[in-house]
């Protein structure tokens, strides 16, 4: 049965715009089959305790002396990393808080990025290789190219980083911006672009739900 994770983390809960899109996302996938069934991970209803031991960014094997974190701890870690493990594809919301990611998604990231377990380090080991993520990034500014501001984008470069270079990930980027538009007046301007950029992500991420079938 193909599995989707579905992973959001936007602290907006009645009108967030990642969340409108991996919703979007999720619903097309399950069209695919009747067998296509998604796993959902709140991060902002449910957060994540903050990485408990830096111990845990190891496998076990590469552990020193000493480095023994809380069994509880390990287990959670195992939970969620066999969590993406089981699933075929991934959707994860990923708004811009303060230039960077939602500090609830950073700890998911956290727990996930291991050195030896899911990130080849002394061996070949790379169970998340060519496993397809799709990353929902919505801000409130614009930073695409020619903006002058792509350097100031601090969430999609490393969630590209930690899960497409270091992970081995099939990452798919879709970005909706100006979101903030509509609520700012001085960016009233910006309405129509960030509709726009509204309409193609939504528009991409319906293709991409048909292409991504598993
Ligand atoms: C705590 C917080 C910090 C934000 N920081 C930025 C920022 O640095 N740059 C930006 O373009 N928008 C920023 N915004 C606006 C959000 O990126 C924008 O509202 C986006 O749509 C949030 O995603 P969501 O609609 O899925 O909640 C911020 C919003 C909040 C609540």
């Known amino acids: 049965m193909p599995q989707l994770l579905h992973i959001d ?3 907006e809960l009645h009108n967030s ?14 069209k695919n089959s009747p067998d296509h069934t998604t796993v959902t991970v709140d991060l902002h209803r449910d957060p994540l305790p903050h990485l408990a031991d830096a111990a845990l960014h190891y496998a076990p094997r590469l552990r020193v002396d000493g480095e023994i974190p809380d069994p509880a701890a390990e287990a959670l870690q195992a939970r969620i990393i066999e969590q993406l493990i089981a699933a075929d594809v991934v959707v994860i919301g990923a708004p811009m808080y303060n230039w960077s990611i939602p500090s609830t998604l950073k700890a998911w990231i956290d727990y996930v990025h291991v050195l030896g377990t899911t990130v080849p380090f002394d061996t070949r080991t790379q169970p ?10 919505s801000r409130g500014n614009t930073y695409g190219p020619g903006s002058g501001n792509e350097a100031n984008d601090h969430t999609v470069p490393p969630l590209v ?44 991420l319906v293709e991409l739900a048909r292409t991504l079938r598993a």
Do not use: N, Y
């Open 17 to 30: 715009t990642s969340r409108d899109l991996t919703a979007l996302f999720a619903q097309q996938w399950s």
């Open 9 to 11: 983390s936007s602290a």
């Open 161 to 204: 980083q930690v899960l497409g270079v270091s992970m081995g990930m099939d990452v798919s980027v879709i970005t909706a911006e100006l979101t903030l538009a509509h609520r700012i007046p001085a960016m009233a301007p910006l309405i129509e672009q960030g509709d726009e950029s509204l309409r193609a992500a939504r528009e991409s």
């Open 128 to 137: 998340l290789a060519g496993k397809p993520v799709v990353i929902v990034s």
